[in-house]
């Protein structure tokens, strides 16, 4: 059961609109949206609002970013029931942190593979209990969640879904270990927690290496139509890229 105290953004009962693949489902606190054809945001807004990914590809199911807990993991899991009948077949941690690895034993508990690179893994391992401690003193009504680890680790970038689904590392950024996920056929490129409208939380971040980082993504000249901000509201041009480089330049260091 979700509980009652969790942050809900959106109301009403789950309902689907439109076809297959288009429109979006919705349940009190998260929305699943077509960005196009197969890419899919969510938005989920229990406890801190944040923007995972969900990409149908032919025989199963991507989920970029596992969400906060096993409760929301499973509250986007019916909503992508009501998409496709298809299996999750993996899920991606794109860093360390609770928001994109803290429904890891739900997807774990139906049989997807949770996927990450050696360095969010290993950070997972030495840091997990000090960033639940950091998440319950801003979120006390965040659970104490076990740690959970990846069970399909890459030592560099991968690629999914016969490379319609591609993970990559730029640099320190938010955290040392945050990937950028790219849907080549869509040109739509998921910006994790690195990229989004506003400044946002800076406590494990490399304020420093953060722009020489954006400047590395840049340089790949990534054919972009739409960024997924990572936190706030989701959908952006790529010059949400330009966008937060000038205010992560501005941002003091420590």
Not at 52 to 66: I, R
Not at 151 to 180: C, M, S, W
């Amino acid at each position: 059961m979700m509980k009652g105290w969790m942050k809900c953004g959106l109301a009403g009962a789950v309902v689907l609109m439109a076809s297959f693949w288009g429109g979006s489902v919705r349940a009190a606190g998260m929305s699943l949206t077509q960005v196009s054809g197969p890419v899919y945001v969510v938005e989920d807004n229990y406890y801190v609002k944040e923007n995972s990914m969900v990409y149908f590809g032919a025989k199963g199911v991507t989920v970029v970013g596992a969400t906060w807990t096993p409760d929301t993991a499973r509250e986007l899991h019916k909503l992508i029931k009501r998409v496709s009948s298809k299996p999750v077949l993996e899920v991606i941690n794109t860093n360390y942190h609770t928001d994109r690895a803290g429904g890891n034993a739900y997807w774990k508990s139906i049989g997807a593979k949770v996927v990450a690179t050696r360095q969010t893994r290993d950070l997972m391992k030495s840091d997990w209990a000090e960033i639940v401690a950091f998440t319950r003193k801003g979120l006390p009504e965040y659970p104490d969640l076990p740690l959970v680890l990846p069970n399909v680790v890459h030592d560099g970038d991968f690629t999914l879904q016969e490379g319609k689904v591609r993970a990559f590392y730029a640099g320190p950024a938010h955290t040392p270990d945050g990937i950028f996920v790219y849907f080549p056929d869509q040109q739509v490129l998921y910006g994790n927690c690195i990229l989004k409208e506003k400044l946002g939380n800076l406590s494990f971040a490399n304020v420093k290496a953060y722009p020489q980082t954006i400047e590395r993504l840049k340089a790949m000249k990534l054919p972009i139509k739409t960024v997924i901000g990572g936190h706030d509201s989701p959908l952006h041009g790529p010059e949400l890229i330009d966008h937060y480089e000038e205010l992560i330049k501005a941002a003091p260091q420590s």
